[in-house]
């Protein structure tokens, strides 16, 4: 069972020194994991077209799980970011809300490469429980970044779907 940490870091370093298309022969990978999870809130929210004149307070969690790999010069990060959040509104209402990018940058001399799936929920429940409204927002970005240049933006997917209110 101790095997299969190893055969999963190799994995990830053999895709990363793929992906970022050199692999110095003598350089040593460098591979870092991490998962953070941090209480959000509570945050003020003003009122909105969803909820006009009543305000609102978010609560919720937002969970960080990255990878990193590094060798020689040549640096890739692979982050999935994720937050469950409930929205408690002054007229009794609620908002039960989530949102989740997956992110992955390779960076090497001069170049950043990065992109950005990302997903936004919102389900807005009446005082009694019923759901009145349901929602998700969809994109997909990418960005290149040449010696502190921009070269390249691409907004390859922008999606709505339902209503947020």
């Known amino acids: 069972m101790k095997r299969r940490p190893l055969l999963v870091a190799a994995a990830l370093v053999g895709a990363a020194c793929w992906a970022l298309g050199t692999t110095p022969a003598l350089a040593a990978a460098i591979v870092t994991q991490q998962n953070i999870t941090t209480p959000v809130g509570p945050i003020p929210i003003d009122s909105d077209s969803c909820h006009p004149g009543a305000t609102g307070t978010l609560t919720g969690t937002d969970t960080a799980r990255s990878v990193t790999v590094q060798v020689g010069d040549q640096f890739h990060l692979s982050l999935t970011d994720s937050g469950p959040g409930r929205i408690d509104w002054t007229d009794g209402s609620y908002s039960i809300i ?18 950005d799936s990302h997903v936004d929920t919102a389900d807005n429940y009446s005082p009694t429980g019923v759901l009145e409204s349901s929602g998700r927002f969809k994109a997909v970005e990418h960005l290149t970044v040449t010696n502190g240049v921009i070269t390249r933006v691409a907004f390859d997917f922008n999606f709505i779907q339902g209503t947020f209110c």
């Open 98 to 115: 989530s949102s989740t990018d997956h992110i992955a940058f390779n960076a090497g001399t001069g170049t950043v490469v990065f992109a």
